[in-house]
């Protein structure tokens, strides 16, 4: 039996035969402390999407695990830093209950709405006016009650523990990476 090899392929299998595997460039190490920390202004919500940041606040700071998974979809994910995915409201509810229970500030740094989908990319600190702790995206989906549902909890910290954090600049100047 003979199998037919398209040209394409067979035309780059013979040219790649020829190339030698070239050792890549060592990637240069890029630390935090090199990039200045600016902190981005506040956007305001409508009020729906608002009321959501807020009533995870509160669940939040109350400890309220079952109150939290219940602020998402069905299938929703929950994507914290240094912890698996969860999906769905029991292992969401696991999650919050080793987590929650902290003081808590969510501020929105950008948003879109598109029919029944929005965004909020944000970030969170212990108190408001506070340097920020981390950053969050949520993707929500409106419900037939016209209430917003997470449907997907991504965040992240600005900082790995233990390592320092510089001090936010307040500044609208172009961020310039040094060259290696």
């Not at 079952?66 to 998974?69: C, D, E, P, V």
């Given at each position: 039996m003979r199998?037919?090899?398209p040209k394409s392929f067979a035309v780059a299998l013979i040219l790649s035969a020829g190339v030698q595997a070239q050792e890549l460039p060592e990637a240069v190490p890029m630390p935090s402390a090199a990039l200045p920390s600016v902190e981005l202004?506040?956007?305001a919500l409508p009020p729906g999407l608002d009321r959501v940041l807020r009533d995870y606040e509160l669940a939040w700071m109350q400890k309220q695990p079952?109150?939290?998974?219940g602020m998402f979809t069905m299938d929703g994910m929950a994507l914290h830093s240094g912890s698996p995915p969860a999906r769905g409201a029991a292992q969401i509810s696991a999650g919050y209950a080793e987590?929650?229970?902290t003081p808590l500030s969510l501020r929105a740094l950008a948003y879109a709405?598109?029919?029944?989908?929005a965004y909020i990319v944000g970030a969170f600190a212990p108190a408001a006016g506070e340097p920020d702790h981390g950053k969050f995206v949520l993707v929500l989906r409106r419900g037939s009650d016209g209430d917003w549902k997470i449907a997907a909890d991504i965040d992240n910290m600005n900082a790995l523990p233990g390592a320092p954090t510089p001090e936010p600049e307040?500044?609208?100047a172009p961020v310039s990476v040094p060259e290696p």
């Open positions: 199998t037919k090899i202004p506040t956007v079952s109150a939290l998974a987590a929650a229970g709405v598109s029919h029944d989908m307040q500044s609208n």
